[in-house]
């Protein structure tokens, strides 16, 4: 099995290590323990949810015009055509966007 070069160094601690020490150095690795079993335990971070909202929303947080945005809608890869043939925008698009801006 491989072993983290760190794991190896803690083997050759618990080998090597005076027994006055040992107590401490268990207390570490039951730390390190403790830590990966949360870890293990813990519910996985759920992803951002995207929401659609209006041109007019999203004109507001990018700063431009809602009708700007209407016209140039290719140059705003967070707009989207729904169903009904009116246009949205993606929340985490609109993040996206503006993080690429800055």
């Known amino acids: 099995m491989l072993r983290h070069h760190e794991?190896?160094?803690a083997l050759r601690l618990a080998?090597?290590?005076p027994v006055e020490a040992l107590p401490r150095f268990l207390g570490d690795l039951e730390e390190?323990?403790?830590t990966v079993q949360a870890r293990l335990v813990a519910p996985a971070p759920q992803p951002p949810e995207d929401k659609l909202v209006s041109v007019k929303?999203?004109?507001l947080r990018v700063g431009f015009s809602w009708s700007y945005l209407y016209h140039h809608p290719e140059?705003?890869?967070f707009l989207k055509k729904k169903k009904n043939g009116r246009w949205g925008a993606s929340s985490l698009g609109i993040n996206r966007y503006l993080e690429e801006m800055s």
């Open 32 to 34: 390190i323990r403790a």
């Open 57 to 59: 929303q999203a004109a």
């Open 15 to 17: 080998k090597e290590l």
């Open 7 to 9: 794991l190896e160094l």
């Open 75 to 77: 140059e705003f890869p």
